[in-house]
């Protein structure tokens, strides 16, 4: 695992467009996936631009997402397919065939789940995943107690995890209690994973995925095993880790031919 320590949300932002733009010149046809949430927005703004000046494009790209709601329409203004389209796909080249998510309006949400393993792997696998990281240390929607093998599949949110997305919605009533996820076996199965975190709120989740033990209780800390796995972070959300100083040397020192 590499951990990049950078002064700002807009640097680290830059950092993880980077790592992106490697990935989308990596095959003829890439696949991204997406994350939703506040971390991720920085980085779909300076993406938004590099395809508008010309110096980027998702032609042949084709995005995934990460996660769902279970109940909500696929054009409310909260799901994640929305959220997605709004901030990034819609923004540029993509072909809107090529937005992929699970059916979550499946009468059969298991064999739904099955489809969307099956529909990654038809689509060659993921390059990269984005990921963001939730209080309790969640990626995706796989909440504490996850197992660290799990594939997509459909999860109960805890009562924490609504409270933190009651923000986005009229009232914490309003958030659905189910939703469809990658699981932890699935997001490990991308190439490259990249957990993006800025702020202090952010510092006890990221030193316990980081360097705390690999454990089902903080499920980002599955990415310790995964042989090309980024952290990135600001200096606040960095506050936590014990090693801080070790991966700002690595990172300056780092050859500028290895890449991200």
């Given at each position: 695992?590499?951990?990049?320590?950078?002064?700002?949300?807009?640097d680290?932002?830059?950092?993880?467009?980077?790592?992106?733009?490697?990935?989308?010149?990596?095959?003829p046809?890439?696949v991204?996936?997406?994350a939703?949430?506040?971390?991720?927005?920085?980085?779909?703004?300076l993406?938004?631009?590099?395809?508008?000046a010309g110096?980027l494009?998702?032609a042949?790209?084709?995005?995934?997402?990460?996660?769902?709601?279970?109940?909500?329409?696929?054009?409310h203004?909260?799901s994640?397919?929305?959220?997605?389209?709004t901030h990034?796909?819609?923004?540029?080249?993509?072909?809107?065939?090529?937005?992929?998510?699970?059916?979550?309006?499946?009468?059969?949400?298991p064999?739904?789940?099955?489809a969307?393993?099956?529909?990654?792997?038809?689509l060659?696998g993921?390059?990269?995943?984005?990921?963001?990281i939730?209080?309790?240390?969640?990626?995706?929607?796989?909440e504490?107690s996850?197992?660290?093998t799990s594939?997509t599949?459909?999860?109960?949110?805890?009562?924490?995890?609504?409270?933190?997305?009651?923000?986005?919605f009229?009232?914490?009533?309003?958030?659905?209690?189910?939703?469809?996820?990658?699981?932890?076996?699935?997001?490990?199965?991308a190439?490259h994973?990249?957990?993006?975190?800025?702020?202090?709120a952010?510092?006890?989740?990221?030193?316990?995925?980081?360097?705390?033990?690999?454990?089902?209780?903080?499920?980002a800390?599955?990415?310790?095993?995964h042989?090309?796995?980024?952290?990135?972070?600001?200096?606040?959300?960095?506050?936590?880790?014990?090693?801080?100083?070790?991966?700002?040397?690595v990172?300056?020192a780092?050859?500028?031919?290895?890449g991200?």
């Amino acid at each position: 695992m590499e951990v990049v320590i950078v002064p700002t949300v807009q640097d680290a932002a830059a950092v993880v467009v980077e790592a992106i733009t490697a990935a989308l010149h990596r095959r003829p046809a890439p696949v991204l996936g997406v994350a939703t949430g506040s971390s991720p927005l920085p980085t779909y703004r300076l993406l938004v631009t590099a395809v508008g000046a010309g110096r980027l494009s998702f032609a042949t790209a084709s995005a995934v997402l990460l996660d769902e709601y279970v109940g909500l329409p696929l054009d409310h203004p909260q799901s994640y397919r929305t959220f997605i389209r709004t901030h990034l796909t819609d923004l540029v080249d993509l072909d809107p065939r090529r937005l992929h998510g699970p059916d979550v309006g499946a009468d059969d949400l298991p064999a739904a789940c099955a489809a969307y393993e099956q529909l990654l792997l038809e689509l060659g696998g993921v390059d990269l995943q984005l990921l963001g990281i939730g209080s309790d240390g969640h990626i995706g929607f796989n909440e504490p107690s996850s197992s660290l093998t799990s594939r997509t599949r459909i999860k109960t949110l805890t009562e924490q995890t609504r409270r933190d997305n009651a923000r986005f919605f009229g009232a914490l009533g309003e958030v659905p209690r189910h939703v469809v996820t990658q699981g932890l076996g699935t997001i490990a199965a991308a190439r490259h994973a990249v957990l993006v975190a800025t702020g202090a709120a952010k510092a006890g989740p990221v030193a316990a995925a980081v360097e705390g033990p690999l454990t089902a209780m903080c499920p980002a800390s599955v990415l310790q095993l995964h042989p090309h796995a980024t952290v990135v972070v600001d200096e606040p959300a960095a506050s936590g880790l014990r090693l801080a100083g070790y991966y700002r040397d690595v990172f300056a020192a780092k050859p500028a031919w290895q890449g991200l």
